[in-house]
């Protein structure tokens, strides 16, 4: 079968792929539609150690056509997928908190190779493959109302986003918001913002070409990122600071900016993810009067339950993601669209595994 592999030089489509057969609680997706996302990128720019050559993408959508014996999930069954594996029997799990479950470090045995020799699986997904394996803990079953595409992006991006207002901000109706970088998750924090309440949302970006999408997403405020700290912005659009700050670029220095830039009880919700080893040089004192800096892991919040919730939320008109997605393109066109995203010009471009099947 297809699969898009990084092997260190070039990102490229690889035929005759094999996939191990499913044994205990596999699943085999079969991928329709995946999401390009920033984070794919980063294993490519060495940003994160990754064992090479390995199939890429964590944000996609399918369908389940083979399980191991003790699966229990339908064939045929539309799914998304989580990089979650979590183990159902440690204290979070049976507490409800499956995103704290460490069992989910320990990366199993990929289920990819090539003439023999293994290709790894990212983040326990590889989901640049018109097939791949995981176990039944981390898909979820969703409904046929919802394109691909914007499936594809609930799983990931969107989940994440509205995971960092609603459960680590806990943004409320009436409060001001500000949100660093307006890529995937930054756009869909500016939804969540505001469906969520929020009176003033503005966000700041170094590429102008995002001003539109951002104000289609509904940013009062679009801010082009200058030589000036964002700081001195932010305090002249929020004299008395904002109530909550979204950092999605993984900046240390956008960071203390965002510290700088708080109301009293002011939380920031560190979202992007900074450089291995990157310190912050804060003055300890500007957390008085109830500011907070708060690390957010994949939106705190669990999948199995958010996921379907945005679904509904989506079904129900409440939450417009359209205007998110931007291209979809076949497996032999990924390089133009990884072009796009790393210049800005792309929302969130999708690769339909469909069409080289
Ligand atoms: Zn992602
Ligand atoms: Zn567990």
Do not use: Y
């Not at 176990?135 to 609930?154: C, F, H, R």
């Not at 670029?249 to 919700?269: H, K, N, T």
Request: charged share 25%; with cysteine; proline share 6%.
């Amino acid at each position: 079968m297809l699969g898009l592999v990084w092997d260190g030089l070039e990102l490229a489509p690889q035929e005759a792929i094999e996939l191990r057969t499913p044994v205990g609680d596999d699943v085999v997706v079969e991928v329709d539609v995946a999401g390009l996302c920033h984070s794919d990128l980063k294993p490519i720019d060495g940003d994160i150690p990754q064992e090479l050559p390995v199939i890429l993408g964590h944000e996609a959508v399918g369908r389940v056509v083979a399980r191991g014996p003790s699966a229990t999930i339908p064939l045929g069954q539309r799914v998304v997928m989580t990089v979650l594996r979590p183990c159902g029997q440690c204290a979070d799990c049976l507490a409800g908190r499956r995103i704290r479950c460490r069992a989910t470090a320990t990366p199993p045995a990929s289920p990819f190779s090539r003439d023999g020799r293994s290709i790894a699986q990212f983040v326990r997904l590889g989901a640049f493959a018109r097939r791949t394996l995981v176990s039944e803990s981390q898909v979820i079953p969703v409904g046929d109302d919802l394109s691909d595409e914007i499936m594809a992006m609930i799983s990931c991006a969107t989940v994440t986003a509205f995971g960092a207002v609603e459960e680590r901000a806990r943004v409320e109706a009436g409060e001001s918001v500000m949100i660093t970088g307006a890529g995937g998750i930054g756009l869909n924090a500016i939804i969540a913002a505001r469906a969520a309440g929020a009176r003033r949302v503005a966000v700041f970006d170094i590429n102008p070409r995002k001003e539109d999408i951002a104000r289609r997403c509904g940013a009062t405020d679009f801010v082009l990122s200058s030589d000036r700290p964002i700081s001195d912005v932010a305090l002249e659009l929020e004299p008395d600071g904002f109530d909550a700050v979204l950092e999605c670029v993984g900046m240390p220095a956008l960071l203390e900016q965002a510290v700088r830039s708080l109301a009293w009880g002011g939380r920031v919700v560190i979202v992007g993810l900074p450089p291995h080893g990157a310190v912050l040089p804060l003055e300890i004192r500007s957390l008085f009067n109830d500011r907070s800096i708060l690390g957010c892991r994949m939106g705190s919040v669990d999948p199995w339950t958010m996921i379907p919730r945005l679904v509904e939320r989506c079904t129900a008109g409440e939450l417009d993601l359209g205007p998110l997605v931007s291209k979809t393109v076949i497996p032999s066109e990924i390089q133009e669209l990884v072009a796009e995203l790393r210049s800005g010009s792309l929302e969130r471009g999708f690769i339909d595994f469909r069409q080289e099947s």
